[in-house]
């Protein structure tokens, strides 16, 4: 059975992708901290197509032996999807250390080590993608969020370098950029991305993830930046 580890599995973009995965009959092993969530989600997907482990990302030191205890379990990932982030709409007096610390480890660090890990098992195993979900804020500077768009454009810059790293081998990295999504991410923020109903919808990323897991060994896919026609981008 084909099986993905999708971080952020429990809420917005990564529970979408989890459900859509399962549905093409691939295995998930979803990532969050809200436990109650994984659990709805485990129960509405299935035991069968759906698992998951509840761990804070944050925890940067722990995410070797977690990763490795999951692995032991399932064996290997054809694919890993970084989807988990959060987002921070402030000025950068105005975020404080342990938010720039929150940022850098979920958004940027704790893909890098994931990627580390899995990677190392796809190499050996002759196949496996590396999906990143960036932002637009990865590429175009959005205005007062400088500490979210140093850690999209750090994933930008990551994902580019390992591909020239793996360009001759079986693993395949690609970096999404999407502009605004509507999910639970803009809750909670002043700012929303225009009109969050004409915003992209989570089916408009996973469409893009489909058509990579959809090319063979031979073809580099290495970005996709896709946003709604009513951004100024
Ligand atoms: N929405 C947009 O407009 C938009 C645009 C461009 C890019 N993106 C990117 O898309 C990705 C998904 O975001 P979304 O829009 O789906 O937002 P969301 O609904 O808020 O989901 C974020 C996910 O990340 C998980 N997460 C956050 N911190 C975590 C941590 N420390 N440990 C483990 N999991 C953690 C959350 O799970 P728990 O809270 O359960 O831990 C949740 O499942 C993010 O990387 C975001 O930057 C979003």
Partial sequence: MRKALVTGASSGLGKYISIQLSKKKIRVIGIARDKKKLEKLKKYIGNKYFDYVNFDLKRIDEIENITNSIIKKEKFFEILINNAGVYKQSNLQNTNISEINDLIDTNLKAPIILTKILSKIMKKNKKGYIINISSIAGKIPIKDSSVYCGTKYGLHGFGNSLNKELKNSDVKVCTIFPGGINT??????????????????????????????KFGKKINFNEAVITPTIENF
């Fill in 184 to 213: 639970p991410l803009w809750k909670n923020t002043k700012y929303k991305p225009g009109n969050l109903k004409d915003s992209l919808r989570p089916n408009d990323i996973f469409k893009i993830i489909d058509l990579m897991l």
